[in-house]
């Protein structure tokens, strides 16, 4: 059975930094991502990363702050927040799909339960 659970999110002052933690189980997954979910807002992607970690992808709201990483020897997925601003205040969730085409933020098929992040200011 396919799992993906989220930890490490919390609050914080604008400025500050947080470590998001995907821990996925069940099958290896070519691409990974991160997606968030505003109140009265749509679910947007944030990053992707391939299953060796070269290929990276960003949204542009979150280029040069935030880095996305994974140890697929603990079938992990990690997600550096620095310079956090209000507006990355969200839901945060770990996706995961089986083809590798990370520049195509859709076809995830697997989503964890999320884990929220709320930046102050």
């Known amino acids: 059975q396919v799992q993906l659970v989220e930890s490490g999110g919390g609050l914080v002052q604008a400025g500050g930094s947080l470590r998001l933690s995907c821990a996925a189980s069940g099958r290896t997954f070519l691409t990974m991502g991160w997606f968030r979910q505003a109140p009265g807002t749509e679910r947007e992607f944030v990053a992707a990363i391939t299953w060796s970690g070269r290929g990276t992808y960003y949204a542009d709201s979150v280029k040069g702050r935030f880095t996305i990483s994974r140890d697929n020897a603990k079938n992990t997925m990690y997600l550096q927040m620095n310079s956090l601003k209000p507006e990355d205040t969200a839901v945060y969730y770990c996706?995961?799909?089986?083809?590798?085409?990370?520049?195509?933020?859709?076809?995830?098929?697997?989503w964890g339960q999320g884990t929220q992040v709320t930046v102050s200011s």
């Open positions: 996706s995961a799909k089986r083809d590798s085409n990370i520049d195509y933020r859709g076809g995830y098929e697997y």
